[in-house]
C-alpha cells in the first residue's frame, strides 16, 4: 500500500521528522532560516496527505485548492489566521493547532517584555556599552515601578490566565476586558473586569493576549491610544494586526504613552526601516513568545500527532474547524 504523504514547511529537529517518517513519505523544506517560496509551496502540496505548517505561510484558498488529497493542515502556533479556515472546511480538511503547551513560555515572555519595558532595560545596556555611562545621577535611565501598578489584559484565556499568576506575584492590581465575561476567574484570582475603554483609562501597562481575526483589526487605534494615560506601557505578544502601527508611532512619539514593548508586528519579519525602530520607548523583539526549546519541541510533537491522528482514521487532538466533514 502506497504510504500518505507529507509536506513539511520548515526543517525541524530530527526526532519529530522521525516520527512522521516511520508512518508516511515526508519531505520537508531543508532550510531554518527562511520560508518555503510560495511557488514551491505550490508544487509540493499537490500529491500531498497532510501538511506540517507554520505561521509563516499563507494556505489561501489557492494553496488549499492545488492539494485535491489534503486531509490534514497542522500549523505549528495557537494562531490560525495564515489559514483559511472556510476553504479548508468547506473541502473537508481538518486543522490544528498547538495551544496550552505554549502557555506558561509565553506568560513569561510577555512579563519579561514588560519588565524590560518598564525599566528600560535594552536601552540601559546599551547605554553602558555605547560608553555614555560617565556618572550616576538621581533621575538617570528612570523607569516605571511594576509592583502595585495597574495591569490590564485584553483577553483572558489561557495566557491571560498564567500572566495573572505572574502579575499577582508583584502585587500588581489586575483588570481584564474580554469578549464574555469570566464571574469563576475574576473571584479565583481577584481580578476585575472592565469595559475596553475603561481598561485602556485605568491600566499602567495594557497587555494585549488576543487571537487575531478581522473583528480586532487596529482594535488599539488613535482613539484607543488616546484613552490610554501618559505613563502607560503597551505590551503586545498577541498580533501584530491588533495595533495600529502608525497610530502607535505618532502616540510614542509626541508622548501620549510612554513606551511600547512589542514581539508581533503587522508585516513580520518587520521591517527595517519601520519609524518604530528610530524609537528609544520601544523594546522589539523577533516574535519569540513561545520560544523556549522545550516549548517549542513540544509544539512541534503536538502539530505532528495531529497528523498521525487524523490520517490514522483518528479524531485530531486540538482541531481548529472540528472534525471537518
Not at 120 to 126: G, H, L, P, Q, Y
Not at 197 to 221: F, K
Not at 244 to 270: H, Y
Request: net charge negative.
Amino acid at each position: 500500500m502506497e504510504k500518505k504523504k507529507i509536506y513539511i514547511t520548515r526543517k525541524l529537529p530530527q526526532a519529530i521528522y522521525t516520527k512522521l517518517a516511520d508512518e508516511f513519505e515526508v519531505k520537508m523544506w531543508d532550510k531554518e532560516d527562511q520560508p518555503v517560496p510560495r511557488e514551491i509551496l505550490m508544487e509540493e502540496v499537490k500529491e500531498i496527505d497532510g501538511l506540517f505548517c507554520l505561521l509563516t505561510e499563507t494556505i489561501d484558498r489557492e494553496v488549499i485548492e492545488n492539494a485535491p488529497r489534503l486531509k490534514v493542515i497542522a500549523n505549528m502556533a495557537v494562531g490560525y489566521n495564515n489559514i483559511d479556515i472556510d476553504t479548508a472546511t468547506e473541502k473537508g480538511i481538518v486543522v490544528t493547532n498547538t495551544p496550552g503547551v505554549l502557555t506558561e513560555t509565553t506568560a513569561d515572555l510577555t512579563f519579561a517584555l514588560l519588565m524590560a519595558t518598564a525599566r528600560r532595560v535594552i536601552e540601559a545596556s546599551d547605554y553602558l556599552r555605547n560608553g555614555e555611562w560617565k556618572t550616576w545621577s538621581p533621575m538617570q535611565l528612570t523607569g516605571q515601578d511594576i509592583h502595585g501598578a495597574t495591569l490590564g489584559i485584553i483577553g483572558m484565556g489561557r495566557i491571560g490566565q498564567a500572566l495573572v499568576k505572574r502579575a499577582k506575584g508583584f502585587d500588581m492590581n489586575v483588570a481584564y476586558y474580554n469578549r464574555s465575561r469570566k464571574p469563576e476567574i475574576e473571584e479565583e484570582m481577584g481580578i476585575r473586569y472592565m469595559g475596553l475603554e475603561e481598561l485602556l483609562q485605568q491600566s499602567d501597562y495594557v497587555s494585549l493576549l488576543i487571537p487575531y481575526s478581522p473583528a480586532v483589526h487596529h482594535l488599539i487605534g488613535k482613539k484607543e491610544l488616546s484613552l490610554m494615560k501618559q505613563s502607560a506601557i503597551l505590551i503586545n505578544t498577541a498580533r501584530g494586526g491588533i495595533v495600529d502601527e502608525s497610530a502607535l508611532f505618532n502616540a510614542l512619539k509626541t508622548g501620549e504613552i510612554w513606551a511600547a514593548g512589542l514581539d508581533v508586528f503587522e508585516v513580520e519579519p518587520m521591517l527595517l526601516d519601520s519609524p518604530l525602530l528610530t524609537l528609544p520607548n520601544v523594546v522589539t523583539l523577533p516574535h519569540i513568545g513561545s520560544a523556549s526549546e522545550k516549548t517549542r519541541l513540544k509544539m512541534a510533537d503536538l502539530a505532528a500527532e495531529n497528523i498521525i491522528h487524523v490520517l490514522n482514521g483518528g479524531a485530531p487532538i486540538t482541531a481548529v474547524n472540528g472534525r471537518a466533514k
